[in-house]
């Protein structure tokens, strides 16, 4: 059964840091180009961040970068958002997706709140 777990999320004041962590299996995650995407209240998903299968290339919304490191253990089989300087603008739910080219799978989310 192929699953993907977010964790890491919850409530923490502007200027604050989060890291998110995404745990895969029922795949061969070393092969998955790993993203993560959000949704925040009212609006439609939003890309976030990618890193390349073997975690040597990633990218960012303009709006994250300098703020957020993507990174992955393939050894673990997870990946990791490191969410810093964190704006209220931020609040959303976060989506962890898999791509294998023929397979795509999601995460059921985790929720990120930032608020003083």
């Known amino acids: 059964e192929v699953q993907l777990v977010e964790s890491g999320g919850g409530l923490v004041q502007p200027g604050g840091s989060l890291r998110l962590s995404c745990a895969a299996s029922?795949?061969?995650?070393?092969?998955?180009?790993m993203t993560w995407v959000r949704q925040a209240p009212g609006k439609g998903l939003e890309w976030v961040s990618t890193?390349?299968?073997?975690?040597?290339?990633?990218s960012y919304v303009d709006s994250v970068k300098g703020r957020f490191t993507l990174s992955r253990d393939n050894r673990k089989n997870t990946v990791y958002l490191q969410m810093n300087r964190l704006k209220p603008e931020d609040t959303a739910v976060y989506y962890c997706?898999?791509?294998?080219?023929?397979?795509?799978?999601w995460g059921q989310g985790t929720q990120v709140t930032v608020s003083s």
């Open positions: 997706n898999a791509d294998l080219e023929d397979y795509e799978y």
């Open positions: 029922g795949f061969t995650f070393s092969s998955a180009t």
């Open positions: 890193i390349t299968s073997g975690g040597d290339t990633t």
